[in-house]
């Protein structure tokens, strides 16, 4: 079992100039197929409520902060929270998310496949009760 964890991205710059931050697919646990971006989410709002088949993530807060909450297989729960643009999470397949986000909260999504609504397990008894079943997608 793969557990979430947290991607160093390099910082090369310094404070009086600024710095740049750079995730290159040979550093990255997967090739790369697809970014976005999530923002102006109220702080009330919890995105997520849901996992993937197939496809594994890095969120990165490239401003303001997240709290990510995150559990594999119904056991192993964590809690990350991203508030350096330096630091990315890496989430696996099969792992049940949820965001909440600081009002200038800005999400990239660097992800591992294109987008398919058949990859999503948007219901958590299903997730618990199914979640080692073949991908939909693969067949
Ligand atoms: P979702 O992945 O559930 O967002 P989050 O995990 O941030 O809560 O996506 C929200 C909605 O946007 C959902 O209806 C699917 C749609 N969507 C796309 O149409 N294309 C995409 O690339 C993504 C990521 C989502």
Known sequence: MIEPYIINFPKIGN????YI???ENE?????VNRIYWTYFTPESVERGGHSHY???QILVAVAGKIIVNT???S???HQFILDNPNIGLYIPKMTWRTMKYSHNAVQMCIASIVYDEKDYIRDYKTFIKNGNKRSPIQS
């Open 21 to 23: 931050s750079v995730a």
């Open 27 to 31: 550093n990255l646990p997967f090739k």
């Open 75 to 77: 056991v192993v729960r």
């Open 15 to 18: 404070s009086v100039q600024g």
């Open 71 to 73: 559990e594999v297989i």
């Open 54 to 56: 197939e496809l594994e």
